[in-house]
């Protein structure tokens, strides 16, 4: 059974008549003028358990783009469905779970003993798989949840140099583990080990990129996974599942999807996920972990919730500045964790920043996602302008105003928003406090640096800040504040998670565990070690196993 998404319904309700409604609306073409070369490929409503892919039809979701488009010119653009989801039951799910549970028996299945090389291979194996299908994944993602031609490229290259990236570091982690040590007496041989089957779940803003972030990291580690596969961002999928069914032995990555709702809470209740690795709000990985009926057998590595704040200081340079608050507030619709979602602004530069601000946000050109140079792309969740707009009518009751409010700020049409430049925000206001993940830029004009200080220390986020200003005394007494309160300063630039290699993680309710290629690997293994005697008897056990490779654990095997 077949069903669209009754979201759609509201956003279709949303019919422009004021002029920058009128505006964007202009922006959804006709279905024959989308360029052959992108529209989006033909997919199945597939799954991958235990090695095979199989079709599943017994219940079925439209995927429904945010592009919209028009049947004929002139008339009224309307959701386009572009493919079908499975939406699997909770037996089905737990099939996948059952089958990524024979893949590690209970610690003693073929890969998770196999050696680190042979592990390597396999995931060397599914990238060249990966990268023959390229253009279509892209196309996917870009219709998919709205992302620009060139932005969905950079997920799927960043992903791929992600994975060469975690292999090469693991090489290099191994030939530094591969080392016997000698310490008291004791001959030992340091390494990391498994820790079982992982629930992976990324989120629907990087589809492709952050469930790879975990998913490779915890295969090449020699655990099982059962992904389940974000809210938006599903279709992608079908073309990288036989590159997942040959590349890994039957068992060792199981991909479904369905209502994380219903199919979710089952996993967890039966204890037998060891690992969750999920990128979401914290109110759901809260729900999903409660479900465990043993937490301390549980090891989770969480990318939550982020209100990342914009510090701009009186000396602050807005030449290079206004660039790096835009990149950081609008990249992908301000759709992105790491965000800029609010700014603390000193009240003797906020009325230049906030004019300098908006021009820049007005000249932003918005469109269709292949559009050569296109900034501002369609609206992923078709909820999102009717909960910006109540944002706005918040703070707007409370004494705000939408800064360009005149050149169409807040304003929208089918699923195009115009980003809002909300000035004269208050800690009164709903937008002061919550995520709003998306094109509002809220404005919060202080006297003393004391105001934002209190927020850092009252507020429950903690990923990253970003300090704009050049008094080195002013700064570098931000940044000790601000360094047991977020995980990343950023001078003079936008907040961000790239490059890859550095830490990513933050505190209170922003994360729990590190991402980063190297951390990665760490968060999804466990030191384990083999200890001997260091006396000639000890010795020379220890040298049977390694001459005759009789262990892949124990051994002095360098991989080049
Ligand atoms: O949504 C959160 C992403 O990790 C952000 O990554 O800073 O590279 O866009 P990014």
Not at 339 to 350: E, G, S, T
Not at 365 to 388: F, I, Q
Request: aromatic letters at 6%; hydrophobic letters at 45%.
């Amino acid at each position: 059974m077949s069903s669209a998404s009754s979201d759609v319904s509201a956003a279709r309700s949303s019919v422009p008549s004021l002029p920058g409604e009128v505006q964007l609306a202009t922006s959804f073409p006709a279905r024959d003028a989308v360029p052959a070369a992108m529209v989006w490929p033909a997919t199945q409503p597939r799954v991958l358990i235990a090695g095979e892919t199989r079709i599943y039809t017994a219940a079925t979701r439209d995927v429904v783009s945010p592009l919209w488009l028009r049947a004929h010119p002139g008339e009224a653009p309307q959701p386009t469905v572009i493919g079908q989801t499975a939406h699997v039951s909770v037996e089905v799910a737990l099939e996948a779970l059952n089958a990524a549970q024979a893949a590690w028996a209970r610690g003693a299945g073929r890969w998770p003993t196999l050696r680190v090389e042979e592990r390597i291979e396999a995931v060397e194996r599914f990238t060249a798989a990966m990268v023959a299908v390229r253009d279509r994944v892209c196309r996917l993602l870009m219709w998919e949840v709205g992302k620009t031609w060139a932005d969905a490229q950079g997920e799927f290259d960043r992903t791929v140099q992600y994975i060469r990236d975690t292999i090469e570091t693991l090489k290099s982690q191994d030939r530094d583990n591969s080392r016997l040590q000698f310490r008291e007496g004791i001959i030992a041989q340091v390494r990391r080990a498994p820790l079982g089957v992982t629930l992976c779940m990324g989120p629907f803003n990087y589809p492709l990129n952050e469930t790879f972030a975990t998913l490779i990291p915890a295969l090449i580690m020699g655990n099982t996974a059962v992904v389940k596969l974000p809210r938006f961002g599903v279709l992608l999928w079908d073309p990288l599942l036989d590159a997942f069914a040959a590349a890994f032995p039957p068992g060792v990555v199981n991909i479904v999807n369905g209502q994380g709702s219903e199919i979710v809470p089952p996993l967890m209740q039966t204890g037998r996920i060891d690992v969750l690795a999920f990128i979401g709000s914290s109110k759901s990985a809260d729900a999903i972990k409660g479900a465990h009926p043993r937490l301390h057998r549980l090891r989770c590595i969480l990318g939550l919730d982020a209100k990342n704040p914009a510090v701009i200081l009186p000396d602050a340079d807005l030449s290079t500045t206004i660039p790096e608050c835009i990149k950081g507030a609008l990249s992908f619709n301000g759709q992105r964790c790491t965000a800029l979602k609010i700014f603390f602004v000193h009240r003797d530069i906020a009325e230049r920043f906030t004019a300098a601000l908006s021009d820049a946000v007005d000249s932003l050109p918005n469109g269709m996602p292949w559009a050569p140079g296109v900034r501002l792309t369609p609206l992923v969740e078709p909820d999102k302008a009717s909960r910006l707009d109540s944002y706005l009518r918040d703070a707007i009751a409370q004494g705000a105003a939408v800064a360009n409010q005149a050149r169409g700020g807040g304003s929208h049409a089918y699923t195009a928003y115009h980003p809002a430049v909300l000035s004269g925000v208050t800690p009164r206001m709903r937008i002061y406090h919550e995520e709003q993940f998306g094109p509002i830029l809220p404005i919060v004009p202080i006297a003393d640096l004391s105001e934002f200080t209190e927020y850092m220390l009252e507020t429950s986020y903690g990923q990253q800040a970003a300090l704009f200003g050049q008094d080195p005394a002013t700064l570098g007494k931000l940044i000790d504040v601000l360094s047991t309160q977020v995980c990343r300063i950023n001078l003079n630039s936008q907040c961000q998670r790239g490059p890859d290699v550095f830490p990513f993680t933050g505190r209170k309710s922003s994360a729990e565990g590190t991402l980063s290629v190297g951390d990665a690997l760490r968060s999804f293994s466990v030191r384990s070690m083999v200890a001997a005697n260091g006396n000639a008897a000890g010795k020379a056990t220890v040298r049977a196993i390694l001459d005759h490779d009789h262990s892949n654990f124990l051994s002095t095997d360098i991989i080049l």
